[in-house]
């Protein structure tokens, strides 16, 4: 299993942009499947976005469909979060996690670790 660090987040006006990054160790980086999720007060985790191990497939949330783009560079054993056009409801704690297969993170049964996230502050 991979070890995951999340990076990037920060306090952004409502329709600024902002890129997380998601750093993996290990070697075995460019096998995984990677999605992003977040975590708002109060409120469950949720997904946002996966990518398959070689950036063929991408898959989103309806919420940000057209606002942000997962990506990876497996030279680099990185994966990010672009996102634009930020809005305050998108305030939250953001991880990342990475699982051999890519409908474990799409579909809500990833039970693995996570790490300490990054927030996510959109004001108004």
């Known amino acids: 299993q991979v070890q995951l660090v999340e990076s990037g987040g920060g306090l952004v006006q409502a329709g600024g942009s902002l890129r997380l990054s998601c750093a993996a160790s290990?070697?075995?980086?460019?096998?995984?499947?990677v999605g992003w999720f977040r975590q708002a007060p109060g409120m469950q985790r949720e997904f946002v976005a996966a990518?398959?191990?070689?950036?063929?497939?991408?898959f989103y949330a309806d919420s940000v469909k057209g606002r942000f783009t997962i990506s990876r560079d497996n030279a680099k054993s990185t994966a990010y979060l672009q996102m634009n056009n930020l809005k305050p409801e998108d305030t939250a704690v953001y991880y990342c996690?990475?699982?051999?297969?890519?409908?474990?993170?799409?579909?809500?049964?990833?039970?693995?670790?996570w790490g300490q996230g990054t927030q996510v502050t959109v004001s108004s």
């Open positions: 990518i398959t191990w070689g950036s063929a497939t991408t």
């Open positions: 290990g070697r075995t980086f460019s096998s995984y499947a």
């Open positions: 996690a990475a699982d051999k297969r890519m409908s474990v993170l799409t579909t809500g049964t990833y039970l693995g670790s």
